[in-house]
């Protein structure tokens, strides 16, 4: 084959890998753009719908939440980590920085010990365990692992999620 028409070749396939990456830099907009809207609602997604039941009885749900920041830690009642790092979330709740934060701590499945391990803290920390059905927070937001937290902005859009060693730390930026 003529060598003059590999590289014309060359040449052609160079020039449609530059245009459908320059293509492909337009419709996923470029590093700057990314960048820049990095702190956007659109790219923060609202929160799934849940429902959970506090110790009182009382059902909440996210559209409950809207207007504050709220942290919800997902516990499991057979979990060790959960119970031995509800003192520290107690603690944290009540520190001034964080008064104006709503926790609610998830455990999974309702159980008669509850309050025994999870309750009796801080005004700004509600105990509730979830329901089994489709609007299961553990469910809408994907909890593989306890213990884990997800945040709630007051506009009731997501933001940090992690373990929850971390969590002091993420409030401390938002705030």
């Not at 709503?102 to 700004?124: P, T, Y």
Request: glycine fraction near 6%; proline fraction near 6%; hydrophobic fraction near 40%.
């Amino acid at each position: 084959m003529n060598t003059a028409v590999l590289w014309a070749a060359v040449f052609v396939n160079m020039f449609f890998t530059l245009y459908l990456l320059r293509s492909y830099r337009r419709l996923a907009g470029s590093p700057t753009d990314r960048r820049e809207l990095a702190g956007a609602s659109l790219l923060r997604p609202s929160s799934p719908p849940f429902e959970v039941v506090a110790l009182t009885g009382a059902k909440i749900r996210e559209s409950d939440l809207r207007g504050q920041i709220t942290a919800l830690l997902f516990m499991s009642e057979l979990c060790t980590p959960c119970k031995e790092s509800t003192p520290t979330v107690y603690e944290m709740a009540k520190q001034p920085q964080f008064q104006r934060v709503q926790f609610f701590l998830i455990v999974d499945a309702f159980s008669d010990s509850l309050e025994e391990h999870f309750g009796n803290g801080s005004s700004n920390v509600t105990v509730c365990y979830s329901g089994e059905g489709a609007n299961s927070p553990f469910k809408s937001f994907g909890v593989k692992s306890t213990p884990t937290f997800q945040v709630i902005d007051e506009q009731g859009r997501l933001g940090a999620n992690g373990p929850l060693p971390t969590l002091k730390s993420t409030l401390a930026k938002l705030l």
